[in-house]
């Protein structure tokens, strides 16, 4: 570079908003106009009312979803079963680890399709589910595959036996990355499933279905019911299903507590989260800022472990929040096909109606808010990048999980203040701390009730780091060799000591 | 010549003290024939909800004690309880109404439970925590740690289990540095008020370990539904209405483990149950 050339990097902000649009081509999609439930290998139609899901940016039709009720949920499960008596369970824990690499391979090479796909459908920014939610999928194949003939080694002793029938309900946030972190694990320890994707975002889950039939796996062992919150409920109740895993909403976490109780079968919730992202005066600010920004605005807020609570001390208050409008100002809200967008659109109507109503509440409560200048599309649902000052913990935006591009911005003093505000809250998913002094993360991250803890970084994940809440966020974790865990138990224990025979461990 | 006994009074254990039911209330406990042993405080919820209080004010502290320090700790609960050997067999010969060997059997197998858990405080979370290869410059460390407060229903009337069955219940949930609040055996509450003692005099803060005594069909349900509760242990409740236990415990999303008959076997799985993996990321750079 000559000394006169000009610096890019030096751009006003102004020259962002001067990019052309640079649209991912749809092209690579082959889309069919109408799914049907992914039963036993095949695709069939289901005995509910089919409905439709659309594109969050422009409301425009994509396809025609089946829709299953309690019959279908029967079949589903009675699908699963025999593939897991049959087959699946007798089958080589090698065997199944090549079924598990054949999928990750597919995936990959179907990655720009899939990607294209969960952008139309969920309405997160292409350079999210290429660059993110996809590779990471194909990862977390890729990384349980190894463990299917590998379980003596994950921690619950010998020859660990699978748990049958996993019945899986999924959020619309990461349609196809929380279908991975469900499926992956579960195949490899040698359990069958019946997944139920998110009413709004079923797309990417039914092609997974083409995949799984692309890499040959036995029918019954994946089986994809679409519907609404009925259906997953039916799944939840159905008798010969032995796990439940449901990543969404602490509300139905409770429901799905409760309607298990009394039963055998074994729960996984992961469920909401009201993360703290600490911000010391001795952080790296300009690192800080991103993380902060990929803490809250990153799939639009949608995420459970979000930083939704900026915690910054009170002596960097000031230059955070100018430097944190500075940098909001020149993120690009759009089309989520375009390559240069950074902010998608708000997966749905009624999850934007919720945005509005707590941010009209933030607002009623006494905090002042600010909004990115961008101008919002006139199809489809979009919600500006948003911050608010002056919140209290007391506030009903820092205790109620928003669920969208919503910061709030509360202040503290010492590091004991700190913590104290962080763990005021009934969840205990994730959390963030900044700052340059490893000993002070290190102590923070000890006092911290949270699942999940950033430092220097924020919304970091990876197949091989157990992910999960405390509290009200849920139990059970996902990820690593936890996650294998989750989906195997161990041999039995056979007496207590001085009971005959010895328990295990105890000679 | 004879002397004349002097007999205890048997209370609750709560916050490190042993106060009476605030109710007021007793009830006669006896022999497995029908004699009459002593009266044992009735806990109320108004007790109940003292001894969450006590086992939160108690939770950070125990959990903040180096594991070393927790697992010498609970090692001399053992020591302690060896030393009362005699008082705990006579006891339990008398309420069981076993023959005195068997009640040593049970001590003997109450003291090695303890000392089987305490030699995991230092190590469990080497077994049970991870280092992470992430595909990224982040140092990434899985370790767990204690969920909170536990309440217990401990092994109700079972066989050999008066003291053994709420040890083997207790012992692992502490062993991660959980405070319990735990409803001993019914029909058989003495050995449970005298291991509080040993609690009391074994270097345990006061507040770690709290012991009700009274009905689990009565209390369990303020157990299952008080918020600041965090798991709980249904081991000894397969004789209560335990599914509506399970339900109430849903609306605060505690950990539950369910009923077993018996008494708990030694087990790893009873010390992580009562734990949250916590998983750290933190950058690396030479910057």
């Known amino acids: 570079m000559s000394a006169t050339a000009p610096r890019k990097d030096l751009a006003p902000p102004s020259a962002f908003l001067g990019y052309d649009p640079a649209p991912e081509s749809r092209d690579v999609l082959r889309l069919r106009d109408s799914y049907g439930l992914f039963i036993d ?290 993120l690009r809200l759009g089309d989520p096909l375009d390559k240069n967008t950074d902010i998608g659109a708000i997966n749905s109507s009624e999850q934007l109606e919720r945005i509005r109503r707590l941010s009209e509440i933030g607002e009623q409560e006494g905090a002042q808010r600010w909004s990115a200048p961008c101008e919002l599309p006139a199809q489809g649902f979009w919600f500006a990048p948003t911050i608010f000052m002056g919140v209290t913990t007391s506030s009903t935006i820092a205790r109620e999980e928003i669920f969208g591009p919503v910061l709030s911005v509360l202040t503290f003093r010492t590091p004991a203040e700190a913590i104290a505000k962080a763990n005021n809250t009934p969840y205990g998913l994730s959390a963030g701390v900044w700052s340059d002094k490893g000993s002070k993360i290190l102590a923070v991250a000890d006092k911290l009730r949270a699942g999940v803890i950033w430092a220097n970084t924020f919304n970091r994940f990876d197949p091989a780091s157990p992910f999960g809440g405390y509290k009200e966020s849920g139990y059970g974790r996902e990820g690593g060799r936890h996650g294998l865990a989750a989906y195997l138990r161990g041999p039995e224990p056979i007496a207590a000591l001085g009971r005959g025979k010895q328990g295990r461990g105890a000679k | 010549m004879s002397r004349l006994a002097v007999p205890k009074t048997y209370k609750l254990y709560i916050g490190g003290a042993f106060p009476r039911s605030e109710s007021g209330r007793s009830y006669e406990v006896t022999s497995a024939k029908g004699r009459f042993l002593a009266n044992a405080a009735w ?23 180096t594991a070393y320090n927790r697992g010498q700790v609970l090692y001399r609960v053992a020591e302690v309880l060896e030393g009362r050997s005699a008082q705990f067999a006579a006891e339990i010969a008398a309420s069981e109404g076993v023959s005195l060997q068997a009640a040593e059997r049970e001590v003997a197998a109450a003291i090695d439970t303890w000392v089987w858990y305490a030699g995991w405080a230092d190590k469990f979370v080497q077994v049970a925590g991870s280092g992470n ?153 030479l910057a």
């Open chain 1, 41 to 330: 290998g095949e695709f069939v139609d289901g005995h509910g009312t089919p409905f439709t899901t659309i594109s969050p940016a422009s409301e425009e039709r994509i396809a025609q979803i089946a829709s299953a009720d309690e019959r279908d949920v029967d079949l589903a499960v009675a699908a699963a079963r025999r593939a897991y008596e049959r087959v699946w369970s007798k089958m080589s824990g090698g065997d199944r680890g090549k079924y598990l690499f054949r999928i990750a391979r597919l995936i990959q090479e179907r990655a720009r399709e899939l990607a294209v796909a969960e952008s139309l459908d969920n309405g997160k920014p292409i350079k999210e589910s290429r660059d993110v939610d996809v590779p990471l999928v194909a990862a977390w194949f890729f990384y349980y595959a190894g463990w299917a003939d590998k379980l003596d080694y994950a921690g619950l002793g010998a020859s660990p036996r699978s748990l049958g029938v996993a019945g899986q309900v999924i959020p619309w946030n990461f349609p196809l990355l929380m279908l991975a972190w469900k499926v992956a694990p579960a195949l490899a320890a040698g359990n069958t499933v019946v997944l139920k994707p998110a009413e709004t975002t079923p797309l990417t889950a039914l092609l997974f279905a083409e995949i799984v039939q692309q890499a040959g796996l036995p029918a019954g062992v994946v089986n994809i019911i679409t519907g609404a919150g009925a259906t997953g409920a039916a799944l939840v109740r159905h008798e010969d299903v032995d796990k439940i895993a449901f990543t969404g909403s602490t509300a139905v976490g409770r429901d799905i507590a409760r309607a298990v109780a009394g039963t055998r079968k074994r729960v996984t919730l992961e469920l909401g989260g009201k993360a703290a992202n600490i911000v010391f005066d001795d952080a790296p600010i300009d690192q800080a800022i991103e993380g902060i920004v990929n803490g809250i605005f990153f799939n639009q807020g949608h995420v459970c472990c979000a930083g939704s609570r900026l915690l910054v001390q009170e002596s960097v208050h000031d230059e955070v929040v100018e430097r944190l409008k500075s940098r909001l100002t020149t």
């Open chain 2, 43 to 65: 806990a109320s919820r108004k007790d109940l909800r003292d001894a969450v209080v006590a086992a939160r004010g108690a939770q950070s502290g125990w959990a903040g004690a």
């Open chain 2, 133 to 285: 290869p992430v595909a990224g410059p982040y140092f990434n460390l899985s370790v767990p740690e204690p969920t909170g407060v536990v309440g217990v229903v401990a092994p109700q009337e079972e066989p050999g289990g008066s003291l053994l069955g709420l040890v083997a219940a207790i012992a692992p949930v502490l062993v991660s540095g959980n405070t319990v609040v735990v409803v001993a055996d019914s029909a058989r509450p003495l050995s449970a008020i005298s291991l509080a003692e040993v609690l009391a005099t074994s270097d345990l803060p006061g507040g770690v370990v709290n012991v009700l005594t009274g009905r689990p069909a009565e209390l369990a349900p303020w157990l299952a539904s008080h918020a600041d509760v965090n798991a709980l242990d249904l081991v000894g409740a397969g004789g209560i209405d335990w599914v509506a236990l399970e339900a109430s415990a849903a609306d605060t999303l505690k950990r539950v483990l369910r009923p077993e008959p018996g008494i708990p076997a030694l087990g790893l799985e009873r010390i992580i149950a009562f734990t949250e993996t916590k998983t750290v990321w933190h950058t690396k750079s």
